[in-house]
């Protein structure tokens, strides 16, 4: 028997240019009334199910393209430096592709979770759009991950009140959040902090004692961190562990 549809997003919006959903962003969207959307990243195709028509929520606006994202990798110079001791790093500072990429863009987005494959993940695209999810997205995540998002989430408001209608609908949903796409290779994560302001402060500290072209970056909804990009080797990850030591920080290297 069909269960009654549940109250879910069937309007698409206009995919805000969300720089992160810490404490400055956590505030609720006005209404979105655009017929069009528009993710930041560039579009693949994906395969989709129809799904029937069920009636529109008056609480939260949603619903991008049904297309995985593919997202650029961005370069960035970065050698780590201190004053007065120095640190051997790369000179041409590019960071490595990962072998098995992530497609997860900036901004906010619900996840309805992970599956190893890409038919899999459209099976559950199809799943929820049976009550009434539509608009789903299937994004690469490493190797053997695929995950089923929803983009265009506005703001962590927004996003909050959207998983408590598709938890009500039987998904657990999961709200991820970004300020950066995903560059791939390994970061040297100075700290971890619940705020961006927290972050700066904490890069602040950094810079005093001689470490420049750090990066304050958000990598889920209360997370923000203090990331140097450019380290090629473990050896120079390594040396640069050493010397951040050496001054009260303690790195850790994560996926970029």
């Given at each position: ?7 879910a997003i ?44 069920v009636a ?158 750090l990066q ?41």
């Open positions: 028997m069909r269960r009654p549809a549940a109250t069937l309007a698409p919006i206009v995919l805000a240019a969300v720089a992160g959903c810490g404490s400055s962003a956590n505030q609720t969207a006005p209404p979105i009334t655009a017929t069009t959307a528009q993710t930041t990243t560039e579009a693949a195709p994906a395969t989709t199910t129809p799904t029937p028509t529109q929520s008056t609480t939260v606006a949603a619903a991008v393209t049904t297309a995985a994202a593919a997202t650029t990798v961005r370069t960035t110079t970065a050698t780590p430096s201190t004053t007065p001791r120095t640190t051997s790093t790369s000179s041409s500072g590019v960071a490595h592709h990962a072998a098995c990429p992530s497609e997860q863009p900036a901004g906010i987005q619900a996840s309805f979770g992970r599956r190893r494959s890409a038919a899999a993940a459209n099976k559950l695209v199809e799943a929820a759009g049976k009550v009434g999810f539509q608009g789903l997205v299937v994004q690469q995540r490493g190797c053997n991950g695929y995950a089923v998002v929803l983009q265009g989430l506005t703001s962590l408001a927004q996003a909050k009140q959207f998983r408590r209608e598709a938890r009500s609908a039987g998904f657990p949903v999961r709200l991820e959040c970004r300020s950066h796409p995903v560059q791939g290779g390994l970061a040297a994560v100075f700290g971890h902090r619940p705020t961006r302001g927290e972050a700066l402060q904490l890069r602040r500290q950094a810079e005093r004692v001689g470490f420049i072209h304050v970056e958000q990598d889920a909804c209360n997370d923000w961190e203090v990331d140097l990009y450019g380290l090629q080797t473990a050896a120079q990850r390594h040396e640069l562990a050493k010397e951040a030591a050496s001054v009260g920080f303690r790195l850790t290297f994560e996926p970029g």
